[in-house]
Each structure stands twice: as structure tokens, then as C-alpha cells.
């Protein structure tokens, strides 16, 4: 089923200059002064590698070549990337470093696995083991944490023995240090109150199950991901929790603003799931998902501009806030690349199959 419309690339070209990806935009009008964000080029190199296979090569490879020529000024002399850059070209270290050189490890991961060119893919993977060697050990926050088990995880495809210790070391750290200490009864989650994109430590848990196949791995993935489906999908719709205020075991999650980089995490999160463990119910969840950019959601509010592809801010109170920022667009792409790549089911093969047989020998047709 095709849950949103047909991802444009438009946006995100119209906010990528000669530099890298600018970080925002007022409405849909790039603003010059705002400057580069380090994750949301890291964040768009991996769109990139992901859809390295369906999106036009030419525009692919451009937009590959300008992030990642950002990422690589930003460089640092330890293997990891440098945070913010202004409008003047300075650089800034401001925020989690740990966080932004995982955001950087997913992004190597990415294109290390793809089909963009194999140049770019040799220097990842030459970045890739400087930083796994320097910073892979440093992580001090679940998210963190969860950006590289999944970078660990999908280079697994390449190298099945891969850096199994980390991933298992990463894996441990979660459960022992963050789930089976925050979880009670009624809240099967790793920390003691929701965080913004917090979907991303279950989808890493998935990864390690993949790679490690402890079954105390898969049974703590796999209740953290059915607390999100019976917490956020209410009304016959995805809630995602909002961030103005907070969620706990002894509060109800706040409903505004919600985040499309909130969404995306749980689209990918049960896209995750689904392939893992082959229960399709997950996949249909994160259609449903997916229709909050399309609508669906409780405001009824399409969170995509037809106009330029692309998406708001934030759902609020009062609707969408208008702004087009570069990690808005990038969760709605991504999503779109999530629902892409989920496993084609054998039924709808056969459904598909049967519409064109009867297209083809329908008289009608071509008269």
C-alpha cells in the first residue's frame, strides 16, 4: 500500500548550496545566516547512500559530493567531526560530541554498504576505522549508543564478523546499565522518561540481536518495540510524543509539537523489526506511521508542502509550524526510504501479478 505521496528532492536541492546542507529555513526560503549543521549533513550523506539505488545517479552523487566534502572540512585531527559551521565558514564545537560522531558513524556505515561511487566508499570506509578506532568507546547516552550498534549492524552485510566485541559491549551496555534498571511493569523502556527520538535504542537492539543472536537481546527489542505500538498508536492513528514537556512512567506523554524526526524514528523502528523477525504486523504499523506526513494525524494537518516537497517543522497546537528546516525534510525522505526498503510480501507479489494479467487481457485496452 502506498501510504504518502511521491518523495521530491526539490526542498532539500533548494537548501544545499556549494558548502553543505543549510540547517534551516524561514518557511520555505533557505536562511544563508543559520549556517551548516554537522548531523544534518552526516543525516543527508546517509539519505544518500540509502538511496543510492533508486534515486537518479546524477542527483544522487551530486548531493553526495557536497555533504560529504562538508563532513571532510570538518574534520578533526582524533577522526571525528568538528559540529556547526557558520555563515563565515568558523567552526564550532558546541553540543554532544559523542552524539554527533555517532550520527557521523551511521553516515560512514551507509555509504561503505551503497552503490555510490566506489571512491567515495573507499574513504568512508578509511574514515570509518580511524573513528570506530577513537570514538566507538567514548559513548555516554543510550542514542549514542544505538547510532553505533545500527552502523555496526548494517555493516555486518559486508563483513559477517565485524566488530562483533563492540557490538556486543554496546548491546550490554543498554540492558544492563539503561533497560533492566528503568523498567517496571507497565513501562518496558531504558530510561525513566521519554526522550526525542528515543525509537532509535530498540531499532539498535534489533541490530545486535541480528549480529549476536542472544535471545535476551531479541525478547528486550522486541517489548520495547510493542510498547511503542500500544503507547503511541491511538485512535487508529501514530501519536508521537511531543516535546512541549515530558513523559514518564507517572505522567501522560505531552501531545505537541510533535517532530517529524520523531515519526521517522518509529517508521524505521518497526521497518527494523519487521525484517528482523519476520512479523509483518510491524511493517503495517509503520505505514501506518508514515501516514502522519500525508494527514493523519490529530490534527488532519498534511505535513508536506506540494508546492516545494518540502516538510514543516513541526504538527503544534494551532497546526504546522511552516518553517521547511533541513531535518524535517530529511526525516519525511527517509521515511520514504524506510517503507522502500521493507521486504515485498508474497501475497501482494501475487496481487500485483493477478492486476496485470487482467489489464493485458482486457479487450478494452489499447482500443
Avoid at 151 to 170: F, K, N, S, V, Y
Avoid at 192 to 208: N, S
Avoid at 236 to 245: E, F, I, N, S
Wanted: aromatic share 10%.
Amino acid at each position: 500500500m502506498n501510504t504518502m505521496t511521491s518523495p521530491r528532492f526539490d526542498h532539500l536541492r533548494r537548501l544545499t548550496d556549494s558548502q553543505g546542507l543549510l540547517q534551516v529555513a524561514r518557511g520555505d526560503v533557505p536562511d544563508r545566516f543559520s549556517g551548516y549543521d554537522a548531523i544534518d549533513n552526516a543525516t543527508a550523506l546517509r539519505l544518500c547512500a540509502i538511496g543510492s539505488q533508486t534515486v537518479e545517479s546524477d542527483v544522487s552523487h551530486l548531493l553526495t559530493k557536497k555533504y560529504f566534502g562538508f563532513l571532510s572540512r570538518g574534520r578533526r585531527y582524533d577522526s571525528g567531526v568538528r559540529h556547526h559551521c557558520d555563515s563565515t565558514g568558523g567552526w564550532t564545537m558546541q553540543g554532544d560530541d559523542a552524539l554527533v560522531q555517532s550520527y557521523l558513524a551511521r553516515s560512514l556505515a551507509a555509504v561503505i554498504v551503497s552503490e555510490l561511487p566506489i571512491r567515495v566508499r573507499l574513504a568512508a570506509a578509511d574514515w570509518w576505522r580511524m573513528l570506530l578506532d577513537e570514538h566507538a568507546s567514548r559513548v555516554e547516552t543510550p542514542l549514542a549508543a544505538a547510532n553505533w550498534l545500527i552502523a555496526i549492524g548494517q555493516l555486518r552485510a559486508a563483513d559477517p564478523g565485524r566488530d562483533l566485541d563492540r557490538a556486543e559491549c554496546l548491546a550490554h551496555w543498554l540492558l544492563e546499565d539503561w533497560y533492566y534498571p528503568n523498567r517496571t511493569n507497565g513501562w518496558e523502556w531504558y530510561d525513566a522518561q521519554w526522550t526525542p527520538w528515543a525509537a532509535t535504542v530498540p531499532t539498535a537492539l534489533w541490530y545486535a540481536y541480528h549480529c549476536l543472536g542472544e535471545r535476551r537481546i531479541f525478547r528486550v527489542a522486541q517489548a520495547m518495540t510493542q510498547f511503542v505500538v500500544d503507547h503511541l498508536f491511538r485512535d487508529g492513528m501514530l501519536q508521537p510524543v511531543g516535546t512541549q514537556g515530558t513523559w514518564s512512567r507517572n505522567s501522560n506523554p505531552p501531545q505537541y509539537a510533535q517532530l517529524p524526526g520523531e515519526v521517522y524514528s518509529i517508521v524505521e523502528l518497526l521497518c527494523t523489526a519487521e525484517r528482523i523477525s519476520g512479523t509483518m504486523s510491524y511493517g503495517d504499523y509503520a505505514e501506518l506511521a508514515a501516514r502522519w506526513f500525508d494527514g493523519h494525524n490529530s490534527k488532519g494537518a498534511v505535513m508536506v508542502d506540494p508546492s516545494t516537497g518540502g516538510c514543516y517543522n513541526a504538527l503544534t497546537a494551532d497546526g504546522p509550524d511552516r518553517n521547511q528546516s533541513a531535518n524535517a525534510v530529511l526525516a519525511c525522505l527517509l521515511t520514504h526510504a524506510a517503507l522502500a526498503a521493507r521486504p515485498v510480501r508474497v501475497e501482494e507479489t501475487i496481487r500485483s501479478l493477478r492486476q496485470e494479467e487482467y489489464v493485458y487481457s482486457d479487450p478494452s485496452i489499447g482500443s
